[in-house]
């Protein structure tokens, strides 16, 4: 469970750390979820890699949406790589033991680790009511609903003088249409957050976000059930099943976990270079992405070009056997121009 | 008939349009050869992309990097009717619309052919309140209404138009219905045994570019957001510039008898200087129903919908042109308000035995001063398969079925048939043909050579011949396309170079977007990929969303070709490349009427 730490907000420079903060997240959760989308087999497990993308396309929306709020704020979105294995930044864990991600292949290990990243928390323990109260005292350990909540709590006391009004926004122009706003005052800010989170986490008691589909907590739960989430004549209103949500977990590649800890120099040239070809992939992508956070037009789609540069190059990956012949390795997501 | 009874449901939302728009043009493209014309240049890919993106400002060639996607956003369940009026409180209301397919036009020149391919379409989550619609057959524009949205005038941005499709019982459609009345009361309704399945209706209107509902045709705004995007395009990535239209739609039940495709309702065509769209009526023992969906226009750009004061619906008797008054509407009935809330379906009450008695009369719509507004074309012929593709030496059977009144018409009647010039707007060749007694008329269509044209039917004692050309407000038609053969090209030893230069480089210039899932010129990547693309490719997939490519214009000889290429093993490729090129033999009128099309400023 991904637990986040929430300092004292007091500043205009505190908000804008705390935006970074949430960047970093969106951002940190895409290596693990593309990792399974792409080591699952071409003809297998439709519906998943469905589900799986739906949550990878929302994601970076909400980077968008998040890189949008603080540069309405005037910071400068920074876009981290972070290493795998490795925890979320700002993650400090529920028992002061942060989540550790890996890169695991489509498996029941990578739905259970995209559920812990998105778990919502059922029992309010750090109910948003409380989030002000919380600004003055130390630091806390929240959900990733609770830190955005405070952090809404924060931005609606700001004047208007610190909202930049179309400072580097990113809209719905090319991509993600009637999903991506330009965030130009604490009204669209409270928007973009109430997006970020419902599609992350549902509504309280109710697993559906706010365009009525499943949260991504329970898309993942869907394919690690093997059940299709369903209306029910029960308290809670919902069961897993009885349908069944069509998963094959043979229908993944044999790659290694966390490639990124692996030393390829004794594996064969092709795996390599296929390695090689993923690191420059994913750094062209972090650059274009970076440009394009930072108000460079055009980069977007240079950005967009870039990620399905990285699937070309992971899909084939995937397809590169190890020493072992038995094994593949996607991509480790290093930031690491060739 | 159709979406004009009860159960229905309302829909409203957005749709996003990201057509490649370089074929758009006779300069840089042949659609009787299914080639683009080519640049002189050594790299004639690179020098087509250019080209392309050069037409952006001063051609208005608004999308190279289009991908032909298709997506509803924001759409959604906004309301249902069983019978006593438009409710939200279902608890299907809000359901979002899950949609995405392929726009191709079968004619790339033109407006009136559309078409969109898609495998499925989803209204409500798998585990909640659902429709899970799968294909039956694609969805298609008609009743193009060019005076829809008049201040608009951006591109296409003036018109609406009526798209529609079926989704038959037999092809998997399923209702979760759980506790939603409306829901279950269409489940009950797909029951019946005359039930085929659902229809769906849509409305496509006020479509903007540019992400820019301000911009006009040749005003300096337009020409610096076409700057802009020639900026982004000439600095690499993808690019893609989608426009934006808002849609309303209703969801009901198809009946046997009734098209797939297009309203098969009592149809209301525009009279003289009608200022309305046509329209769709149903009569039911209790109630007439108008669909004024593609009819009334936004008159300002906050779409404020014309005002024309009380409308009345009246029945004329064809013999002795008596009227019987059916009943009347008002402004706050098809104002903006009214049309978003109920997709422009207006339901007027009926005396008893009304209905009855306009069974076999006119239907006539009129404002207060008792000028027609709309008149019922009380006798059409409506095709089974509205956009038809064949090869070149292959040989169909087209059908259109005539219609009286909304229901088909069991009777031998003479038809002419009109072949029309490619752009529909000239009458080419005229055939006097005859139903056979249940109405239907075959018409044989041989491939003779590569060539698209229209075909409209018109009932010898109904409408004028389309001497002007197709009127797409009071016209029904079919088009056709045929692919050339290019058995020349399938005959080509199966090397890279011939492959890449007669097949893959085609849809290398015209579809810049491709390289986001496979260098075309990467022979490599081709190979690797062989598989996928046999099965993106097969004929048989060709209504699927993600068949190749998207324009359905590779022929049969280029097929060939590239499945030669695609299945031959590395040595047989490298002695086909050493061995001598097979002598040419292309179509020769074809290549003539080509180069009658010279590349610009050639």
């Known amino acids: ?338 | 008939m159709s979406v004009l009874e009860t159960p229905r449901i309302f829909l409203k939302g957005e749709m996003s349009w990201d057509p490649i728009t370089t074929n758009n043009y006779d300069t840089n493209y042949d659609e009787d050869t299914d080639k683009p014309i080519f640049p002189k240049a050594a790299d004639k890919v690179k020098a087509f992309r250019t080209q392309a993106i050069n037409q952006v400002v001063p051609a208005g060639n608004w999308n190279p990097h289009g991908t032909h996607r298709v997506a509803s956003y924001d759409a959604g369940v906004s309301a249902v009717d069983l019978g006593a009026g438009v409710v939200k409180n279902d608890p299907f209301v809000a359901a979002a619309i899950q949609f995405t397919g392929m726009l191709v036009d079968l004619e790339p020149f033109g407006a009136t052919s559309s078409q969109i391919y898609f495998d499925g379409m989803t209204f409500g989550i798998d585990g909640g309140y659902r429709i899970l619609a799968p294909r039956t057959s694609r969805f298609t524009a008609r009743y193009i209404n060019f005076a829809r949205n008049t201040v608009n005038k951006m591109i296409a941005g003036v018109a609406s138009a009526v798209w529609q499709t079926s989704f038959a019982k037999s092809d998997g459609l399923r209702v979760d219905a759980f506790d939603s009345p409306a829901l279950q009361a269409l489940a009950k309704a797909l029951a019946g045994a005359d039930v085929l399945g659902l229809t769906v209706r849509l409305n496509v209107y006020r479509t903007i570019y540019y992400d820019n509902p301000a911009l006009r045709n040749g005003s300096p705004a337009t020409k610096q957001a076409g700057e802009a995007l020639v900026a982004k395009l000439q600095g690499g990535g993808f690019q893609p510039n989608p426009a934006r239209s808002h849609l309303v739609g209703v969801i009901g039940l198809w009946r046997k008898g009734e098209p797939a495709h297009e309203p098969g309702d009592r149809a209301l065509c525009p009279a003289g200087q009608s200022p309305l769209g046509s329209a769709y009526a149903r009569l039911d023992a209790k109630a007439l129903t108008l669909d004024l969906s593609n009819s009334v226009s936004e008159v300002t750009e906050d779409l404020k919908k014309q005002d024309l004061g009380p409308l009345t619906v009246v029945a004329v008797d064809p013999a002795t042109q008596a009227r019987t008054p059916l009943g009347t509407f008002k402004y706050g009935d098809y104002d903006r308000a009214a049309y978003e809330a109920s997709a422009g379906i207006v339901t007027l009450p009926l005396a008893a035995g009304a209905a009855k008695a306009a069974g076999d009369k006119d239907l006539q719509l009129r404002d207060a001063s008792g000028t027609v507004l709309l008149a019922e074309q009380a006798v059409r012929a409506i095709p089974e398969t509205p956009n038809l593709y064949l090869d070149e030496g292959e040989s169909k059977t087209a059908t259109f079925q005539v219609y009286e009144r909304g229901s088909p018409k069991a009777a031998a009647l003479p038809v002419t048939l009109y072949k029309m010039s490619p752009d529909g707007s000239k009458v080419a060749n005229t055939l006097p043909m005859k139903t056979d007694p249940n109405g239907v008329l075959s018409v044989p269509v041989v491939g003779t050579t590569g060539a698209v044209f229209p075909y409209v039917p018109v009932l010898a004692n109904g409408d004028p011949p389309p001497a002007g050309g197709i009127d797409t407000q009071a016209n029904t038609y079919m088009y056709v396309r045929i692919l050339p053969a290019d058995g020349d090209i399938g005959l080509m030893p199966p090397t890279w170079d011939n492959v890449y230069a007669n097949v893959l480089a085609n849809w290398n210039a015209l579809a810049p977007c491709m390289d986001n899932w496979l260098m075309l010129d990467d022979p490599a990547q081709v190979k690797q990929y062989a598989a996928v693309l046999k099965r993106l490719t097969d004929p048989a997939r060709f209504e699927s969303f993600r068949f190749m490519p998207v324009t359905r214009d590779m022929t049969k000889g280029e097929r060939t070709l590239l499945y030669n290429y695609l299945d031959a093993p590395a040595e047989a490729l490298a002695a086909a490349a050493a061995a001598k090129p097979a002598p040419l033999s292309r179509n020769l009128a074809a290549l003539s009427r080509a180069m009658r099309r010279p590349p610009p400023g050639a």
């Open chain 1, 1 to 338: 469970m991904i637990r986040l730490q929430l300092k004292p907000l007091t500043s205009l420079k505190d908000a804008q750390a705390q935006l970074q903060t949430a960047i970093g997240v969106e951002f940190g959760t895409l290596p693990p979820y593309l990792y399974a989308l792409y080591s699952i087999k071409p003809g297998t497990n439709a519906e998943a890699a469905q589900r799986i993308k739906s949550v990878v396309l929302q994601e970076m929306i909400h980077m968008c949406l998040a890189c949008n709020i603080l540069n309405a704020l005037g910071g400068a979105p920074k876009l981290q790589p972070q290493s795998y294995p490795g925890p979320l930044p700002g993650d400090i864990g529920p028992n002061g033991t942060p989540l550790t991600l890996h890169l695991y292949a489509f498996s029941s290990d990578a739905m259970a680790q995209a559920m812990a990243i998105e778990q919502p928390e059922k029992v309010p323990d750090f109910p948003v009511v409380h989030a002000e109260a919380a600004l003055a005292a130390q630091a806390k350990a929240v959900t990733i609903g609770e830190f955005y909540a405070a952090l809404d709590a924060f931005l609606a006391k700001l004047p208007a003088s610190d909202w930049h009004k179309g400072r580097n926004q990113i809209v719905d122009d090319q991509f993600f249409a009637g999903q991506v706003f330009a965030v130009n005052g604490y009204p669209d800010a409270r928007q973009a957050i109430h997006d970020i989170v419902s599609e992350g986490e549902g509504a309280k008691d109710d697993p559906l976000d706010f365009q009525h589909d499943i949260a991504h907590f329970y898309r993942f739960g869907e394919i690690f059930h093997g059940k299709v989430l369903t209306k029910a004549d029960n308290p809670l209103h919902y069961s897993w099943g009885p349908a069944k949500f069509p998963v094959d977990w043979a229908g993944a590649y044999p790659a290694i976990t966390d490639p990124g800890l692996h030393d390829f120099s004794h594996e064969p040239p092709a795996a390599q270079a296929a390695q090689k070809a993923c690191d420059a992939a994913y750094a062209a992508l972090v650059d274009a992405l970076q440009a394009a956070v930072t108000g460079h037009d055009g980069t977007l789609g240079q950005a967009v070009r870039a990620m399905f540069d990285l699937r070309i190059a992971a899909l084939h990956a995937f397809t590169v056997p190890l020493a072992d012949p038995a094994r593949v390795a996607g991509p480790a997501f290093r930031y690491k121009h060739s």
